[in-house]
């Protein structure tokens, strides 16, 4: 799939066809949202600011996603980049938010208006806060912009200062009603990760097994959508230095496999849903870390 600023009019129609809504990480505006006046101008640092400090995104000025009248999502007039050039824009957002933040501005015109869908790319920062034009730290809440809390504020300077672990799970073989799970942890922070406790779930029936390299948790009860009271099977490993290597920003650290079984029992649970008319249990993560 390609980056934000690879997009050409291909990928706006897409979105446009599949009437994608905004969420976290996707924001729509108006072409005229890009007014030379102060107030259009502290508004533009107010969402890209949000993004960095959030989760990153993409905001696309010239979609109306007409939220007033719940209309469809459709390109508007364009921007016309001889009135609002991209260096203009550019420099709004470089000059408006401090510190800087990491940005792309990619112009794509629209065969149907003849002007330019104007996408801001912005990656989640590892060095936020960033302050806005009007001297406030924003966030992103789901579909909306809001100001930052004290405490937020705080927690997100240590972004930089902290690890960001992840992790992936690859399935490589099955048999029998089991699978062969392989993690893989990458730290998406530029501060190594020197010691770390690994933890893997799956929800009963799934059995995660333990084995040499990776020991057993007790059974582990969890509250799913604020609601469910489900039962979970666990694993943990453990790493620290020097028995292991730091986790460096970017790299890809391959975990000791492990088998999953129940997924027989697990089949026959679907199936009874199905069969009895209802829609089966609510979809969730096959397995999850901490």
């Not at 949000?50 to 010239?62: E, H, L, R």
């Not at 060095?127 to 809440?141: E, S, T």
């Not at 009271?229 to 290597?245: A, E």
């Amino acid at each position: 799939m390609k980056e934000p600023w690879q997009w050409q009019e291909g990928e706006i129609q897409a979105l446009i066809r599949e009437q994608r809504g905004e969420d976290l990480t996707l924001e729509y505006k108006r072409a005229d949202a890009l007014g030379k006046n102060d107030e259009r101008k502290r508004e533009i640092t107010k969402d890209v600011s949000a993004m960095a400090n959030s989760a990153g995104g993409v905001i696309i000025y010239g979609i109306d996603e007409q939220k007033n009248t719940n209309g469809p999502v459709k390109l508007d007039v364009g921007v016309d980049r001889n009135v609002i050039p991209t260096e203009w824009l550019e420099q709004v957002i470089d000059s408006g938010i401090h510190r800087r933040v990491s940005f792309r501005v990619n112009p794509v015109e629209m065969s149907a208006t003849g002007e330019c869908v104007y996408i801001v790319a912005v990656p989640q920062s590892n060095w936020a806060p960033h302050m806005a034009a009007d001297h406030r730290y924003y966030k992103r809440v789901g579909t909306t912009t809001a100001t930052m809390e004290e405490y937020e504020v705080r927690d997100v300077a240590r972004r930089s200062e902290s690890p960001d672990l992840s992790i992936d799970l690859r399935v490589r073989g099955s048999s029998a009603g089991t699978i062969q799970v392989h993690p893989r942890i990458t730290n998406g922070s530029a501060e190594p990760v020197l010691y770390a406790s690994i933890r893997l779930y799956a929800e009963a029936p799934l059995d995660i097994q333990a084995n040499a390299e990776w020991s057993s948790l007790d059974g582990s009860e969890m509250i799913w959508n604020n609601r469910d009271r489900l039962q979970f099977r666990g694993v943990r490993r453990n790493w620290s230095v020097p028995m292991c290597h730091p986790i460096l920003e970017g790299e890809y650290y391959d975990l000791p496999h492990l088998n999953v079984g129940g997924l027989s029992r697990a089949w026959n649970e679907v199936s009874r849903s199905i069969s009895d008319g209802r829609s089966g249990p609510p979809k969730r993560p096959l397995s999850s870390a901490g």
